[in-house]
Structures are given as structure tokens and as C-alpha cells.
């Protein structure tokens, strides 16, 4: 594994079906982020976490859950999928440790379809 | 609230310059990013910004005035490649990523 993996590519999914979108990375970063994007929108949090064992939410959690239990995975879980949760998924992981600079890298992304 | 402003698409001509503006308005400012997404890519790290003045590294280059919540990304001798989204971020006061919406740019030779 090179940088950040995320899996599936793509899906498509009937509403109301539990889902869960992986994330990992090999960078040993402390930090990572769920992001989704649609189109006219920016990137916008869903969940983050800054270390291992801790999680917040960001600015549109409903709907979604995730979990850190160790420094490399972030499942995202959409516990009941609704076609709103329409997007393009991505997982990010920052190195926080260093002070002010926190820049981001981004996993290639999941497209969610739901039906 | 927090938001970023950015223009929504911009056109230019292959070898020619282009300035993307980003304005700003959020809690607190621990630095500026730039970011290229080509369609269907991720986000790709182009700069980043946390004193005023320029940056520059290579064609690109980028620019910020905290007290004008301002920056803009400069991108020189364009080519076909540099069509794709440039999104503008900035780090708030809980060191989150607040993102604009990105400016989709077009290069016509």
C-alpha cells in the first residue's frame, strides 16, 4: 500500500441498505478526515478524526457513523442509505503533529449511487 | 459563519496566464491551501500559504493577504494539462479544512 486506499471504487445501493466505505492508510498519520463532494458544492466534512480511539463530527454527520480503532483504518458506515447520500466519498489523512501545517492527502474516492 | 468564495469556472488560452481569486471569511486562519482535482481525481496538494506574500514553485504561484482575506493562485505558460479544479481551502482555528467550492478552469489552444 502506497498513501491512502479506499474501497469499493464504486457502488450502487438500494435505500434503506447498511453500507460501510473503508479507508487506509500507511503514511502513519494521526489524523483523518470523511469528506463528500457533489457537484456546485465544496468538499464538506462529514467526520474527522484526530487520533486513534477519538472521533468528531464535521459539518453534515446525519446519517453517518465512523469508527477509529487503530492508527490506519476509517470505515465511514451509512447505517441506512437514503439517495441524498448520493456523492463522491473521500478519505484524506493529515500529519497534525507538526504544528500549523496540516496538509491533507486524499484517497482516490468511492462513488455512492443510491437507489 | 465560515465561507470561501472562489469563481465558479474560468476560461483561458494554452500558454497564456491565468489568476484564480479566493476570498475568504473564517474562525480564526492557520494557513491557506491550493489544491488541483482533475475530473474524477482527487484533490492533489499545489501550495500553501500562511504569511502574506508569494510563493512561488514553478508556473504556479500563489498569493495571501490575511487582512483582506485574499488569495489567489497564479498559473503561468498554461498547458492542456492544467485544465481541472482548483479548489481553495483554509485551515480555521480548530485546524479543519474549509473548502470553496473550486473553480473549474478551461484551456483552449
Known amino acids: 500500500i502506497a498513501g491512502i486506499t479506499q474501497a469499493p471504487t464504486s457502488q450502487i445501493l438500494a435505500a434503506g441498505r447498511r453500507m460501510t466505505l473503508r479507508c487506509t492508510q500507511d503514511?502513519?498519520?494521526?489524523?483523518m478526515y470523511w469528506y463528500r463532494q457533489d457537484l456546485g458544492l465544496g468538499l464538506r466534512l462529514i467526520h474527522y478524526s484526530n487520533t486513534a480511539g477519538t472521533t468528531g463530527k464535521g459539518e453534515v454527520p446525519d446519517g453517518y457513523s465512523v469508527s477509529r480503532a487503530n492508527t490506519d483504518d476509517f470505515p465511514l458506515t451509512l447505517a441506512s442509505a437514503v439517495p441524498s447520500q448520493t456523492s463522491v466519498y473521500f478519505c484524506a489523512s493529515s500529519d497534525s503533529s507538526g504544528g500549523d501545517y496540516n496538509e491533507q492527502f486524499f484517497g482516490p474516492g468511492t462513488r455512492l449511487t443510491v437507489l | 459563519g465560515q465561507n470561501i468564495d472562489q469563481p465558479t469556472e474560468m476560461t483561458a488560452t494554452e500558454g497564456a496566464i491565468v489568476q484564480i481569486n479566493c476570498t475568504y471569511q473564517?474562525?480564526?486562519?492557520?494557513?491557506l491551501f491550493w489544491y488541483q482535482q482533475h475530473a474524477g481525481e482527487a484533490p492533489t496538494f499545489l501550495s500553501y500559504?500562511?504569511l502574506d506574500g508569494l510563493e512561488e514553485k514553478g508556473r504556479f504561484s500563489s498569493f495571501l493577504s490575511r487582512s483582506k482575506g485574499y488569495s489567489y493562485l497564479l498559473l503561468k505558460e498554461l498547458q492542456m494539462k492544467d485544465s481541472a479544479s482548483y479548489l481553495c481551502?483554509?485551515?480555521?482555528?480548530?485546524?479543519?479544512?474549509?473548502w470553496g467550492a473550486g473553480t473549474k478552469l478551461i484551456i483552449k489552444p
Open positions: 481551502a483554509v485551515s480555521n482555528s480548530n485546524y479543519q479544512l474549509i
Open positions: 503514511m502513519r498519520h494521526n489524523a
Open positions: 500559504n500562511v
Open positions: 473564517t474562525s480564526g486562519f492557520n494557513g
